[in-house]
């Protein structure tokens, strides 16, 4: 089980807005669970987006008005009788704090009432609710996440990004189609975070070395790649000619085991393995020395865990597993170690 504490750290390099002042108070406290976590960020997160403003945008309303405002819709008008009243129907554009994203933040909010958290979390929640009255609840099971962010709304980012950590982490759906709360992030989503974390803290940490998660072209003959798999890596990291190539997995069980025997879950050894040969391939003329690869497990319960190094048709394919469970400091060493001796840095 990864502390708690521990998954604020890996929220802090996975969003890097955790990084600012307003957040450090959020640091030093303890937390039971993850909902009680995400419930401190989001308070923190929306009391600051309160005193910079709220998103607004413009939402079509229909309306029957006695002072008429936007387009009059005269045949509405005559079948409802509303001139009866001396009134017309209109339609027009309210520039309404009822944006989309303002709606995903405060259906999240309800949710963590609903959670396992304490009645001072409970109590900050409801005082910022005060402020979406004018907002709209939305149905959780139908949350459009494709939102475009720019330079107006930008501070919304980590914000939906821990509301979609709380909706689909803490949420799990029934066979009779009802929700119930869940007490932790389930694999899915921590896996994403996962990988997130480690490509965030290799930025962060390591500015010399270039990190990115860039897609590996296929070594082809003929150049005829029609329905080949894109071959998308999860961490990159390229320094002085030495490239390491980091497939991150976050599962229950990190081994495959038939009988009593282990072994290593052979698509993901594929896959690496495929990865390595092919960005070895397509670089072989500009001087590289080395591409290796990795499996890096988080490291389970489980008494057998992988910790093994190959020697591949000339390439390094090491599987090992990172350890979550210590203080983050134990965590900060073994990324650093991994660095070192595939890059060759010299911290």
């Given at each position: 089980?990864?502390?708690?504490?521990?998954?604020?750290?890996?929220?802090?390099?996975?969003?890097?807005?955790?990084?600012?002042?307003?957040?450090?108070?959020?640091?030093?406290?303890?937390?039971?669970?993850?909902?009680?976590?995400?419930s401190?960020?989001?308070t923190?997160?929306?009391?600051?987006q309160?005193?910079?403003?709220?998103?607004?945008?413009?939402?079509?309303?229909?309306?029957?008005?006695?002072?008429?405002?936007?387009?009059?819709?005269?045949?509405k008008?005559?079948?409802?009788?509303?001139?009866?009243?001396?009134?017309?129907?209109?339609?027009?554009?309210?520039?309404?704090?009822?944006?989309?994203?303002?709606?995903?933040?405060?259906?999240?909010?309800?949710?963590?009432?609903?959670?396992?958290?304490?009645?001072?979390r409970?109590?900050?929640?409801?005082?910022?609710?005060?402020?979406?009255?004018?907002v709209?609840?939305?149905?959780?099971?139908?949350?459009?996440?494709?939102?475009?962010y720019?330079?107006?709304n930008?501070?919304?980012?980590?914000?939906?990004?821990?509301?979609?950590?709380?909706?689909k982490?803490?949420?799990?759906?029934?066979?009779?189609?009802t929700?119930?709360?869940?007490?932790?992030?389930?694999?899915?989503?921590?896996?994403?975070?996962?990988?997130?974390?480690?490509?965030?803290?290799?930025?962060?940490?390591?500015p010399?070395?270039?990190?990115?998660?860039s897609?590996?072209?296929?070594?082809?003959?003929?150049?005829?790649?029609?329905?080949?798999?894109?071959?998308?890596?999860?961490?990159?990291?390229?320094?002085?000619?030495?490239?390491?190539?980091?497939?991150?997995?976050?599962?229950?069980?990190?081994?495959?085991?038939?009988?009593?025997?282990?072994?290593?879950?052979?698509?993901?050894?594929?896959?690496?393995?495929?990865?390595?040969?092919?960005?070895?391939?397509?670089?072989?003329?500009?001087?590289?020395?080395?591409?290796?690869?990795?499996?890096?497990?988080a490291?389970?319960?489980?008494?057998?865990?992988?910790?093994?190094?190959?020697?591949?048709?000339?390439?390094?394919?090491?599987?090992?597993?990172?350890d979550?469970s210590?203080?983050?400091?134990?965590?900060?060493?073994?990324?650093?170690?991994?660095?070192n001796?595939?890059?060759?840095?010299?911290?």
């Amino acid at each position: 089980m990864i502390p708690v504490q521990n998954i604020y750290y890996m929220l802090s390099y996975a969003f890097k807005v955790l990084h600012e002042q307003a957040y450090k108070s959020v640091e030093t406290e303890q937390f039971h669970n993850v909902a009680e976590l995400c419930s401190a960020i989001l308070t923190k997160g929306v009391s600051l987006q309160i005193k910079r403003g709220f998103e607004r945008e413009y939402i079509c309303k229909i309306e029957e008005l006695s002072s008429p405002r936007g387009k009059l819709d005269i045949s509405k008008s005559i079948k409802t009788q509303s001139m009866r009243h001396k009134k017309l129907v209109c339609t027009y554009d309210d520039f309404s704090i009822n944006s989309y994203m303002n709606r995903i933040i405060k259906t999240t909010m309800l949710i963590l009432l609903k959670s396992k958290i304490s009645r001072f979390r409970k109590k900050e929640l409801r005082k910022l609710l005060v402020f979406f009255v004018e907002v709209d609840e939305l149905d959780v099971n139908y949350v459009n996440w494709n939102i475009r962010y720019n330079r107006n709304n930008q501070n919304y980012q980590m914000l939906i990004s821990v509301c979609y950590l709380v909706i689909k982490g803490l949420l799990q759906t029934q066979s009779d189609g009802t929700t119930k709360l869940m007490d932790f992030l389930d694999e899915q989503r921590m896996c994403h975070l996962y990988e997130k974390f480690i490509l965030e803290y290799y930025r962060k940490e390591f500015p010399q070395i270039s990190v990115n998660a860039s897609q590996i072209q296929w070594k082809l003959d003929d150049g005829f790649d029609y329905m080949l798999p894109i071959m998308q890596s999860d961490i990159m990291l390229t320094y002085k000619g030495q490239i390491l190539i980091i497939d991150a997995k976050y599962y229950a069980h990190s081994l495959q085991q038939k009988y009593d025997r282990y072994s290593i879950h052979s698509g993901n050894l594929y896959q690496i393995f495929t990865y390595v040969k092919n960005k070895e391939a397509n670089i072989s003329e500009q001087g590289h020395k080395q591409v290796s690869g990795m499996l890096l497990y988080a490291k389970t319960d489980e008494e057998v865990f992988p910790e093994n190094e190959y020697r591949m048709s000339g390439n390094r394919i090491e599987v090992r597993t990172l350890d979550l469970s210590g203080d983050f400091n134990s965590i900060r060493l073994q990324l650093n170690h991994i660095a070192n001796k595939y890059l060759d840095i010299g911290i």
